[in-house]
């Protein structure tokens, strides 16, 4: 399993290029990726196609070579097998059948960002990657991501990154956020901001929005994840709200009824929406 760059190809380890000339065969996300990073290094190897939409049944032919004592390597088209790329379907079938597999780490774009974040309380943190495309979904694994006080690293295209950064500037104003864009490449972008200023930022210049992003939610801090502690009676009024009204709207009059503050109200909605409305 070979990680290969996310777009500066000088990141392409020493090791990679060792064993991807050793090889007999590289099996891959796309051919025509696999085959510009191999011409690149002088190297003519077959090329098996191995991606999302026939990852069981390609998995079989590399099998066959293996079993016929070929040496094979795989590659995502840009950084690492198996993170948010393909690659896992292949490991559990040679791992079946006893064939050994080999990791060569290198290029990470998750690793990269959280490595130039500087979130400081990133003692564990949890990899989202993309979150899913339709609404409904979409908007409750973000509640989910929120209610998580760990570190959260997040992949987001293009054509989403508004809606993502207004979807967060709006459930969670001061997460602080680093947004990386482009990691590596020529118009390599790295700002950490607030959830509100987010939108803004992007809104300043068109090109912000284009191009491959992730995102680190910074952990929050001992002092947010201790805000939690809600007379029952508010808990009570919430929990009831949140039965037959919208997040928002509940949270909105929950504050008004209570007088509790309400952002402590909206973290606790997103727990309780997160986890199932619990009893004390």
Request: hydrophobic letters at 50%; proline letters at 6%.
């Amino acid at each position: 399993m070979v990680a290969t760059p996310i777009g500066n190809l000088a990141d392409l380890t020493l090791r990679a290029i060792h064993v991807l000339g050793l090889v007999d065969a590289v099996a891959c996300e796309d051919t025509r990726v696999a085959a510009q990073l191999l011409n690149h290094l002088g190297l003519h190897k077959p090329l098996l196609a191995l991606h999302a939409h026939n990852e069981q049944a390609a998995a079989q032919a590399v099998l066959a070579r293996l079993q016929q004592g070929q040496r094979v390597a795989y590659v995502s088209d840009a950084g690492t097998p198996a993170v948010s790329d393909p690659g896992a379907v292949l490991v559990a079938a040679a791992v079946a059948a006893g064939s050994p597999v080999v990791p060569l780490p290198g290029p990470s774009s998750a690793l990269a960002a959280l490595s130039v974040a500087g979130d400081t309380r990133a003692a564990a943190f949890c990899f989202v990657g993309f979150l899913p495309s339709k609404g409904g979904e979409r908007r409750s694994m973000l509640g989910t991501v929120l209610a998580d006080r760990r570190t959260q690293l997040l992949f987001e295209a293009p054509h989403r990154i508004s809606e993502l950064c207004a979807a967060l500037a709006e459930a969670a104003p001061q997460r602080l956020v680093t947004l990386c864009r482009e990691l590596t490449k020529q118009f390599e972008t790295i700002v950490t901001r607030t959830a509100a200023e987010l939108p803004a930022w992007l809104a300043q210049e068109a090109h912000r929005e284009r191009g491959e992003f992730v995102l680190v939610l910074h952990a929050l801090p001992a002092a947010v994840a201790q805000e939690g502690a809600l007379p029952e009676a508010t808990l009570h009024t919430l929990r009831v709200l949140l039965r037959d009204l919208p997040l928002k709207q509940a949270v909105a009059l929950a504050a008004e009824l209570t007088g509790a503050a309400r952002n402590t109200l909206y973290q606790r909605a997103l727990d309780e929406r997160a986890g199932g409305a619990e009893g004390p």
